[in-house]
């Protein structure tokens, strides 16, 4: 199946699973840092969850990764719930999309960490924030950081970054966004 079709049945499931618990649930943050060396994009941090219900709720949580015919899937992949983070939560995979359960309890927060590494094509990364715009709302504040060994020459963003900073052999460049509605992918364009 074309790749296009597949994004296209990816983001069909994302919104029937986000418009279900849209109403009860919010995810209204994420402190993400990604970084690129000679092989692989990595992509650790945390993602923020509510849920506005007097009651508990456990839904299904869809997390979708890039695809294509140049690079591997993701060949690592944990997530943890803030509140057990000695125990990675249970992951389900199928084709570019993995899943996993959250539990929240009533009128809460929960803080997941999720850490993937994928392989990448020498040329460009990229990390999905299309499917935000399936919440209904923007992210209330979403903060991104990319570690680059200066080897790495950086030719363009999708989204150009606030600031950057050099420490010893490594650029970190910087993005704070507030009520933050992706029109794009974050995509990172580079030659090695």
């Known amino acids: 199946?074309?790749?296009?079709?597949?994004?296209?049945?990816?983001?069909?499931?994302?919104?029937?699973?986000?418009?279900?618990?849209?109403?009860?649930?919010?995810?209204?943050?994420?402190?993400?840092?990604?970084?690129?060396?000679?092989?692989?994009?990595?992509?650790?941090?945390?993602?923020?969850?509510?849920?506005?219900?007097?009651r508990p709720r456990e839904i299904d949580i869809l997390y979708p990764v890039p695809k294509n015919d140049y690079t591997k899937l993701v060949d690592t992949i944990m997530v943890f719930d803030q509140k057990n983070i000695s125990k990675p939560l249970d992951l389900s995979v199928k084709d570019s999309v993995f899943s996993f359960k959250l539990f929240l309890n009533p009128v809460s927060t929960s803080i997941l960490k999720v850490f993937y590494r994928q392989h990448h094509d020498g040329k460009s990364c990229r990390y999905i924030l299309?499917?935000?715009?399936?919440?209904?709302?923007?992210?209330?504040?979403?903060?991104?950081?990319?570690?680059?060994?200066?080897?790495?020459?950086?030719?363009?963003?999708?989204?150009?970054?606030?600031?950057?900073?050099?420490?010893?052999?490594?650029?970190?460049?910087?993005?704070?966004?507030?009520?933050?509605?992706?029109?794009?992918d974050f995509i990172i364009y580079f030659d090695e």
Do not use: H
């Not at 935000?132 to 990319?146: D, M, V």
């Not at 950086?154 to 970190?172: A, N, R």
């Open 1 to 54: 199946m074309p790749i296009k079709y597949q994004y296209l049945i990816v983001s069909a499931l994302l919104v029937f699973a986000l418009k279900s618990n849209a109403q009860s649930l919010d995810f209204f943050r994420e402190d993400l840092t990604f970084e690129i060396d000679s092989a692989c994009f990595y992509v650790q941090g945390d993602y923020y969850f509510r849920n506005n219900e007097k």
């Open 130 to 184: 299309l499917t935000t715009q399936k919440w209904g709302k923007p992210i209330e504040n979403a903060r991104y950081s990319l570690v680059v060994k200066q080897n790495i020459k950086i030719i363009s963003f999708s989204y150009p970054p606030d600031s950057m900073k050099q420490f010893g052999d490594s650029i970190v460049y910087f993005w704070d966004k507030k009520n933050f509605m992706p029109d794009r």
